[in-house]
């Protein structure tokens, strides 16, 4: 495996990976030869690249990751492609549905297989719901509903590059944690959106800006100089969903709700119970009913459905996290890839590939469409 790109997700695909114990990370490519270098010395990854185009070149490496900003999605993801070599890509997929669609053309035209990281995938209770929605156990599903929440661009001093439309596209909440619950409600239920209606704004319309660099999740520091910019993206979106069927739905996604931290949330209702789950409680499934006592499910594999069981690795009470879910999605992407398979063959579950990822950035393409019709319900073209 090699990897562009070591901000702050990048590490997180390298621990992931060496998680697995039958991967070599071998290389890491970023802005400079200096950049690379000291990033892949304190990440202790023998080779180093300047750039992403001398890092594709060599032959050792079968896989690569794209771990860099939103803008550089697309060019990147479309060389590694071009040199038939593996791509497992951060999310979003691309700046927008367009170059989405495109990428996946590519990938399935080459041959190669193509992931993008949809972590919330590898959740043990997440398979478990998947697992009990699809075999009826909560009856036929008629709402889906939750939210993704969080609290890190609540001041005006909060600064991030993902707040700027060259950088993270035209979305900013909805694409960047959006696209995560889009994914995800869809992977669980097995139904597509099909139509939206957005109400997007911006709660915070200016903000202090650090002149000299771009961070990605942090204020400017109190020694360095900024200016005020006007912010042309939303921190809060509201949508309207509908899902294959009629099944109605609602979802809000925002980055200025105080004391939410990573707070994603999806609920799905059926005719005979209900499913939550909960990102900060993850170790817990919620499963609601009418004439009996709600109950909530532990994670503990001696209770999980044996076809998902294997998504937890410890005895029920060890809680397991963030990071293991995200080892299971890249154990089920390379566990695919030594079996020898094919990228035509069945995958595993946590497996999202670049049709996914182009899912998701089409839903937000047609989120921002209605919205800017002044709301009014839009069919999303996949």
């Given at each position: 495996m090699g990897i562009v790109g070591a901000g702050f997700i990048g590490p997180h695909?390298?621990?992931?990976?060496?998680?697995?114990?039958?991967v070599d990370v071998v290389a890491l490519a970023d802005r400079n030869e200096a950049s690379a270098r000291d990033k892949a010395a304190a990440l202790h990854i023998p080779k180093s690249y300047g750039s992403y185009e001398a890092m594709l070149a060599d032959p050792a490496i079968q896989v690569v990751h794209n771990a860099t900003p939103n803008f550089l999605h697309y060019q990147i993801n479309a060389a590694i492609i071009a040199k038939g070599k593996h791509v497992v890509s951060d999310k979003p997929l691309?700046?927008?549905?367009?170059?989405?669609?495109?990428?996946?053309?590519?990938?399935?035209?080459?041959?190669?297989?193509?992931?993008?990281?949809?972590?919330?995938?590898?959740?043990?209770?997440?398979q478990q719901a998947r697992q009990a929605i699809a075999s009826g156990r909560i009856g036929r599903p008629h709402f889906v509903h939750g939210h993704y929440l969080q609290d890190w661009l609540l001041k005006d001093t909060d600064y991030s590059w993902r707040l700027e439309v060259d950088k993270g596209g035209e979305a900013s909440a909805l694409g960047d944690i959006g696209s995560h619950w889009f994914d995800l409600v869809q992977h669980v239920t097995g139904m597509r959106i099909?139509?939206?209606?957005?109400?997007?704004?911006?709660?915070?319309?200016?903000?202090?800006?650090?002149?000299?660099?771009?961070?990605?999740?942090a204020a400017a520091s109190a020694d360095e100089d900024v200016e005020v910019v006007d912010i042309k993206v939303e921190d809060l979106a509201s949508v309207l969903l509908r899902f294959d069927g009629g099944v109605r739905g609602v979802f809000t996604a925002g980055q200025v709700c105080a004391g939410h931290k990573n707070d994603l949330v999806f609920e799905v209702c059926g005719?005979?119970?209900?499913?939550?789950?909960?990102?900060?409680q993850q170790n817990e499934l919620w499963i609601g009913h009418r004439d009996t006592a709600?109950?909530?499910?532990?994670?503990?594999?001696?209770?999980?459905?044996?076809?998902?069981?294997?998504?937890?690795?410890?005895?029920g009470g060890h809680q397991e996290a963030w990071a293991d879910a995200f080892s299971n999605v890249m154990r089920d992407i390379y566990g695919t890839i030594a079996a020898g398979k094919k990228p035509t063959d069945p995958l595993p579950p946590a497996f999202a590939t670049f049709e996914d990822?182009?899912?998701?950035?089409?839903?937000?393409?047609?989120?921002?469409?209605?919205?800017r019709a002044g709301g009014v319900w839009t069919e999303v073209t996949y």
């Open positions: 695909h390298i621990d992931a990976v060496r998680r697995l114990g039958f691309a700046l927008n549905g367009d170059q989405a669609r495109q990428l996946r053309d590519q990938a399935v035209k080459a041959g190669v297989f193509h992931a993008v990281t949809f972590g919330y995938r590898g959740n043990p209770l997440v099909r139509h939206v209606l957005g109400d997007l704004t911006t709660v915070i319309p200016k903000r202090e800006r650090p002149k000299a660099r771009r961070l990605a999740f005719s005979t119970a209900s499913l939550k789950w909960r990102q900060e709600n109950e909530v499910m532990p994670k503990d594999p001696g209770l999980m459905d044996a076809d998902v069981r294997g998504y937890a690795h410890l005895p990822g182009f899912r998701a950035n089409a839903l937000v393409d047609a989120i921002l469409k209605s919205s």
